[in-house]
């Protein structure tokens, strides 16, 4: 197997196992990846056999799994002014982006701030990293921003994760031993 081979399956094994995404947006995954000396039935082939692997995981998880308990936190954190986006985009510019669309969307005045985790954040997850969340205030400079992180670690805290954050802007929340397990509404093939 060569090295592209090998980048594919390792982005089709984190794309089926984060839970976002269902066969076509993987296999449209695999077409932007592609290149010239890729084994491309071998990598196709592998997204059936990868969410036959989840699926048959997901049937030992836990009944509440750590995603289960960030989904209704966040959604707190939502009902007291902050938006909570999963997976929004893949950087945090993308994901800054994605939180001042959603913004737009709603009422002025509905938010104060936001908080968010995107694609790379849970790329680190799904093999084991923790989870990292970013966060930011609407309008406020540095002490309002801290007021931000600070009701989402009274949340998170409240939710019974263990974290870790210094107390400064300069540093995302970490959710140390967030076990990453988010289940797939894919229907198997």
């Given amino acids: 197997m060569n090295d592209i081979d090998k980048y594919i399956l390792n982005a089709i094994k984190i794309q089926v196992w984060s839970g976002f995404n269902d066969y076509e947006d993987i296999q449209d995954l695999i077409s932007d990846l592609l290149e010239n000396g890729a084994d491309e039935r071998m990598l196709r082939d592998s997204v059936d056999i990868e969410f036959k692997e989840k699926y048959k995981a997901e049937q030992s998880w836990p009944d509440i799994t750590d995603f289960d308990k960030l989904d209704p936190t966040f959604q707190t954190l939502s009902n007291d002014g902050l938006l909570c986006l999963h997976n929004a985009g893949y950087t945090m510019s993308d994901g ?94």
């Fill in 96 to 189: 800054h982006e994605d939180a001042d669309t959603a913004l737009s969307k709603h009422a002025n005045g509905q938010f104060f701030g936001y908080c968010f985790y995107h694609g790379q954040d849970v790329e680190r997850a799904v093999i084991g990293e923790g989870l990292t969340l970013a966060y930011d205030h609407i309008a406020g400079d540095v002490p309002d921003k801290i007021k931000v992180a600070t009701k989402i670690q009274q949340e998170l805290e409240q939710a019974g994760f263990v974290l870790e954050w210094d107390g400064t802007v300069e540093k995302r929340i970490r959710l140390t031993n967030f076990d990453w397990k988010h289940r797939s509404a894919v229907e198997l093939r």
